[in-house]
């Protein structure tokens, strides 16, 4: 019975209801939106930022990452990677060899990052192979070739088929120097890494800082980036080896996951916002409701109405309008974010985020972009049509018959 009446009173007032619904239909569709669109976002960013180079997890020596050393290194990588793959949710890895040195070509030298690769692994894990510019790829045989970054090639004033000479120190304590043709430049989308990366194929490194059969780091990629912790702590268990630190990207680069962080939290008080406004909306339609209509509660008194039934009428319109208000935002929350999340927004101009250049943004549709807006504007929309409800319930008959 109370639904009822409750129904009718919503259809009689078809222009305030209609209203009402709109606002908390807009309401919800905005913070959906802004939601979706937020994760979407952030998601991509993380995705490419971690696929350019970082991986979702890297696997190093214990302590390596604190206090980085040629002698911190892996042995017996291979079968470690056979071990990595056999997890679920493992889709890839690179192994990496990585040390310090002096980079020169012709009368220029400056400092380097040499990262020896497995080209066809590196391929495989983080697309390497999408990120040159001009020249070719490493072969997949150790050949004496380097591919230098766009930063690097320019310091330099170096050229593809350029002589580029290494000095460093080997593990053995020898000095480490050898010859390498430049056959590529790269752009990893990290300004500092090109101005400092030299990449070679991992046995030429191996064999330049005498570290035969030796790695400093394995990269590897998840099919979700979201569950990496997950992934992490099972290849953790199948390695079962303490001298191994398995650690997912969010702790190997702590600095960008707190910005990314920051850049959400900054963006969830504008979701505070809206929903504010959505709330002084409903809470004005509400109350403009109740007050239209204290003659008829005052009636509703008089015959015998109580006013706990007085309150739950009111509350029970509040709750309809707010539902059909949720499931048209529902709609209107996917028909904008299905889109966006298939081909994106270009942006004007490219984003640098964390040293990674984005020209696409994209939304995301997921559980979340749905239930969190609902539950925000539901309890929002309840809460604020307590007071208009207890202003209907505590209506004098005798005063309300006088009211205009």
């Known amino acids: 019975m109370l639904l009822k009446i409750a129904f009718r009173n919503i259809l009689r007032q078809k222009r305030r209801s209609f209203f009402t619904i709109l606002s908390i239909a807009v309401g919800f569709a905005f913070a959906s939106i802004m939601i979706a669109w937020r994760m979407g976002s952030f998601n991509l960013v993380i995705d490419k930022f971690t696929r350019a180079y970082l991986g979702h997890i890297q696997i190093h020596a214990d302590d390596y990452l604190d206090k980085p050393s040629l002698y911190k290194n892996i042995s017996d990588y291979k079968s470690l990677g056979e071990k990595i793959m056999s997890v679920e949710g493992v889709e890839s890895l690179a192994p990496r060899m990585l040390a310090a040195g002096l980079g020169t070509v012709g009368e220029k030298s400056t400092a380097i990052q040499i990262t020896g690769i497995d080209p066809a692994l590196e391929n495989n894990a983080t697309g390497f192979q999408n990120k040159i510019e001009s020249g070719e790829n490493l072969p997949e045989k150790p050949s004496h070739k380097v591919i230098l970054g766009k930063g690097l090639m320019q310091n330099l004033d170096a050229e593809i088929g350029d002589e580029f000479v290494v000095v460093s120190q080997a593990a053995d304590g020898s000095i480490a120097n050898d010859m390498y043709e ?223």
């Open 182 to 404: 430049i056959i590529g430049v790269v752009v990893t989308g990290n300004e500092y890494s090109d101005q400092i990366g030299v990449y070679m194929h991992l046995a030429d490194a191996q064999e330049l800082m005498v570290l035969e059969n030796r790695i400093h780091e394995i990269v590897v990629i998840t099919n979700d980036i979201r569950k990496v912790d997950k992934y992490a702590a099972r290849i953790e268990e199948k390695l079962a080896n303490p001298a191994l630190e398995i650690l997912p990207w969010k702790k190997v680069n702590e600095s960008f996951y707190k910005m990314i962080k920051a850049k959400e939290q900054a963006q969830s008080i504008m979701h505070i916002v809206i929903m504010i406004i959505v709330a002084i909306g409903v809470l004005n339609t509400v109350l403009m409701s109740v007050l239209e209509r204290i003659r008829e509660f005052g009636v509703l008194k008089a015959v015998g109405t109580r006013a706990s039934q007085i309150f739950r009428m009111i509350i029970t319109e509040a709750f309809i309008l707010c539902l059909v208000g949720i499931l048209i935002g529902i709609a209107i929350g996917l028909a904008v974010n299905y889109p966006m999340s298939l081909h994106g927004i270009k942006v004007f101009d490219s984003m640098d985020i964390g040293g990674v250049q984005f020209d696409t943004l994209k939304s995301e549709v997921n559980a979340r972009s749905i239930y969190e807006p609902a539950i925000i504007v539901f309890l929002t929309s309840l809460i604020v049509s307590i007071y208009p409800a207890l202003k209907a319930a505590r209506t004098r008959p005798a005063k309300a018959m006088r009211f205009h």
